[in-house]
């Protein structure tokens, strides 16, 4: 017998039947060997043969069909020593698996309900276990590779769903209504609240008496870095890193800068007397604050063009200030004083009618809202007390005023129009593939008034909410999962994971895989199990 090797061409095969001293040449093929099925190359064997007989050993019906064509014998059957002799280990058990499994389906395909006793009643008969002990061995395998491939293998995905807020909007009409009977459910009742609200507060005056006020005073040294002469007029303001405001004493001219031999600038200069002001920028008092050190640099701050060019040095400390100030009361200190009483009884005003409301709604179990548009908050007889002995130009460090101010506005229930928007909500919803998960009710708010007249007040306006909405994943109806599980079946973890994180409707996702040491997802869609973890 030639054992023919799986790598062994033509002309190999053709040196081995060269060499064959045999009177028949067997020819031991590997199974699927492609020369078995080639009708030219197992002619050129059959001429290569000569007078000696050429068999081949096959259980391939094809392979048999054309060799009968060729007049070439073949044997299905051969000889178990033979083969042991001439095969490896591995393509003999090999041979000796296909040769059972072939036997194994035939017993099947007749139906026999005992396979085992089967097998052990023929192999018995031949005195050999061998057969036994295979079909127990390929059965294991069988059990192992259905347990391991179609029980074992699972995979949990854990998606979090990725939340949209949607913003959902409808029309009402909010109306004074002396009826408490309302049927339509885009008609809400209005209820006018009035509130009188007192508020008494003490305010600081501002105004400085000038007269008894001791300034601070000294000289400072002006600098001119242009070829130019500048002038400045008496009460030019000067201005230091503090904010703190000066002003020159008299009119003064400083000459031009001129340049020496080594062509440095010689800036021109000159001496004045500079005086402090009451307050500072920001309109505050300036208090000891004017009292500065000597060498401090001053600049002139209404100075836009060539501001580095023309500038101040204090000759001496600058000094004398006193905290000893005489404030005033003034016009503008009433004035400032009512608007500002004004705009605290509004506030007031608003806070307590909030307050009313929500008590309102502690005690009776309801939940109403001051309307939300333009003008809903009216306030009227606003008036303003004081003491007789308040005096303009009186010296005085503060002063009390009082006042009283009317707010009327109009409050709404909540419940009404979040009851028609949550309806509204819904039904926009795709059935079966998305999922509400919750409404802001915090979010109501009017976004537009469509109209509005007074007397009685009717107002029509788009009343809006916020609502959160993800994929319903669970849904039987929503393909969208089988979709998904067909996408990354058999794929590894890392390259789910990112097919997962990339879809635009799960925000996060997580898989694990079972049993440990395998790291693809299950190739049985039924095997690939979804959890959704909502977000906390």
Known sequence: MIKINKS????DIIIKINNCKQKEIVLDFPFWHPILHNYTSLKILKNKAGAKDLILITKDKTAINIWKSLWIKYSEMWDIDLLEYNYTFLEYFKYLVKRYVTEFKQIFGNKTPNIIFEYQKKYSANNSKIGFFLLWLLIS???FIFIFYFAVNKTYIYITPEISIKTKSQNFVFREWESTELTNNEIIKLSKVTKIVFLTDTFWTTWVNEENLKKSTGRVILYNELEEPFQLIRNTRLENEDGILFTIDNDVTIPGAKKTATWWIDAGSINVNITSKI????????WNRANIWSGEKLRLPWLTENKNKIYAKTLEEIKWWTNN???ILSKEDIANAKNLLEWKLKQLALNEVKKQIKEQN????ITYEILGIDDILNYSDFTVTWEDK???WTQMDNFELSGTIQITSYIYNTEKVLSALSNTVKESMIKDIEKLNLINNKSLRISDVLYKKDKPLEVKATAQVEAFFSLNFLNEKNNYIEKLKATISWMSKEDAQKVLLNSPKISDAKIEIRPFFINN????????EIKVVEKQ
């Open 521 to 528: 997802v299950s190739k049985i869609l039924d095997n690939i």
């Open 325 to 327: 100030v005489q404030k």
């Open 141 to 143: 395998v069988l059990l």
């Open 8 to 11: 062994d061409s033509i002309i």
């Open 279 to 286: 307050q500072d920028i920001k309109w505050n008092i300036v």
């Open 362 to 365: 502690v005690t009776n179990n």
């Open 390 to 392: 308040l005096k303009i």
